[in-house]
């Protein structure tokens, strides 16, 4: 059974709920998060997605993504997916939300208010390869170094989110 995705105004208030697939072919605004995991050395575990992802297959982005399902919290919805994805547990923090919109080559389209949140973990994941396909560590300036010279590379919304939060890893997070 598809899972549905919470409908949200611009003010983060619930509004409904709607297939996820419906919701990203309407490009209607709903409620997702965004998971980055540092560890302390200062670096960012990026994830890349798996092939067979309907969009946005083999890109690099944050550590986990997706959606909260109804009654769930933002940092209970994160771990969640945290271990679904990356097959582990870590104590995490929202630090902002946004909302963006991104279209894709096959037709569908990303209307999120996302929840930004970060969390701490030193060991490496157990990886869903359903989910993702690889892993990594990388500094924070040299992810937008290679942003820079390869933006085909990573997702939309990956992109967007490092650019708000990379400030935010270079004076708070140890490098």
Known sequence: MEENVILVDENNVQIGLMPKMEAHEKAVLHRAFSVFIMNNKGETMLQQRAADKYHSPLLWTNTC??????????????????????????????LFSFIYKAPFDNGLT??????VMFGFYEDDPDINESEVADWKWMKPSLIKADILKNPNEYTEWFKIIFEKFYEHLIKDVPQ
């Open 65 to 94: 993504c997706s959606h909260q399902r109804d009654g769930e919290s933002n940092i209970e919805a994160g771990k969640r997916r945290l271990q679904e994805e990356m097959g582990f547990q870590a104590d995490l923090k929202e």
């Open 110 to 115: 990303e209307h999120e208010y996302d929840h």
